[in-house]
Nanobody
Framework: QVQLVESGGGLVQAGGSLRLSCAAS????????MGWFRQAPGKEREFVAH????????YYSDSVKGRFTISRDNAKNTVYLQMNSLKPEDTAVYYC???????????????WGQGTQVTVSS
């Protein structure tokens, strides 16, 4: 069955960095676009970043552009999110998702991980 397992979340001070990983199994990873979303308490889930199946193109929300980098290793069935210059407003549960014909629309991703908590202290 399809599995997406995120890791790498934690507590970090503002200005710090974290690297999230998402290990995929149960589907042909190299054929799927991948995305990262996040949801803060009391807020709707929002798009963070997207990478197409071959890694050739990436897309970011304006709020993370220039600070976050999405990448993938198709040989390892893993997608990453490098987060630098973290801010308290980046605090959220971060989810990876597979699919994403419409990269910023969560409804276009059929497969989701369970999420990993990122907390940025001020």
């Amino acid at each position: 069955q399809v599995q997406l397992v995120e890791s790498g979340g934690g507590l970090v001070q503002a200005g710090g960095s974290l690297r999230l990983s998402c290990a995929a199994s149960g589907f042909r990873f190299s054929s799927y676009n991948m995305g990262w979303f996040r949801q803060a308490p009391g807020k709707e889930r929002e798009f963070v970043a997207h990478i197409i199946s071959n890694g050739g193109n990436t897309y970011y929300s304006d709020s993370v552009k220039g600070r976050f980098t999405i990448s993938r290793d198709n040989a390892k069935n893993t997608v990453y999110l490098q987060m630098n210059s973290l801010k308290p407003e980046d605090t959220a549960v971060y989810y990876c998702a597979a699919g994403g014909i419409y990269y910023s629309r969560d409804y276009s991703y059929p497969y989701w991980g369970q999420g990993t908590q990122v907390t940025v202290s001020s």
